[in-house]
């Protein structure tokens, strides 16, 4: 009986903290679809899969459903992710060391106080108005990472290079950005 309440409060300790980070951040830690995920790898395969160590920065690295296979996948590059929630980041801690990640740093940070000038590919999962957000981010580095992919979201001020509609049921949208070549298309001082 005392196990089942120890599991209890901790279900519910976890749902706290969840439902917390989700009202803070405006979005759960729920995880790309395998689809999406399918794609971002075959994307990060084209963009720099043959490439000699790369940075790739997941921007909301949630439970690692994202950072490990890209880690996994690609051991040349530097695979990094910024979550705030809690258990999910924890959740990647345990995964990275359990697969022995030496690639893969995770960061429990807000994506928007960290420096991304290093990063050749952000990837992220986000809502329009941290959209708004990275974009008047990404707006005052003095070298923007080179590109920036993005599942469901585009960034304000910014021509997508690509964008995609994945054929499965979710019918995701995908934008693609080259951020090193591109000013912003409009002032995003207001947004
Ligand atoms: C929809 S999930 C995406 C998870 C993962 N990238 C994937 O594709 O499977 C978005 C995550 O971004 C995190 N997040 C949102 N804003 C953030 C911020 N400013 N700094 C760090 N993490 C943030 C949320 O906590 C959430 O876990």
Redesign the pocket.
């Given at each position: 009986m005392s196990g089942l309440w120890v599991v209890g409060l901790l279900v519910l300790l976890v749902l706290i903290s969840v439902v917390t980070?989700?009202l803070i951040?405006?979005?759960?830690?729920?995880?790309?679809h395998l689809a999406?995920?399918h794609f971002i790898i075959q994307q990060t395969q084209q963009l720099l899969g043959s490439q000699a160590s790369r940075t790739l920065v997941?921007?909301?690295?949630?439970?690692g459903?994202?950072v490990v296979p890209l880690a996994r996948r690609f051991p040349q590059h530097q695979v990094i992710g910024?979550?705030?929630?809690f258990f999910?980041w924890l959740v990647s801690c345990l995964l990275k060391k359990l697969l022995g990640l030496d690639n893969l740093k995770l960061y429990r940070?807000?994506?928007?106080q960290a420096d991304l000038s290093q990063a050749d590919l952000l990837?992220?999962?986000?809502v329009r108005p941290?959209m708004h957000k990275l974009a008047a981010r990404l707006e005052h580095l003095d070298s923007r990472p080179r590109f920036l992919l993005s599942?469901f979201f585009s960034l304000p001020g910014y021509s997508p290079l690509h964008t995609w509609q994945l054929p499965d049921w979710h019918q995701s949208p995908f934008y693609l950005y080259c951020l090193d070549k591109q000013q912003p298309t409009e002032s995003l001082n207001h947004v």
């Open positions: 980070s989700t951040t405006g979005i759960s830690p729920q995880p790309s999406a995920r997941d921007l909301g690295s949630g439970w459903h994202l910024y979550e705030l929630s999910p940070r807000n994506f928007l990837i992220c999962y986000l941290t599942h």
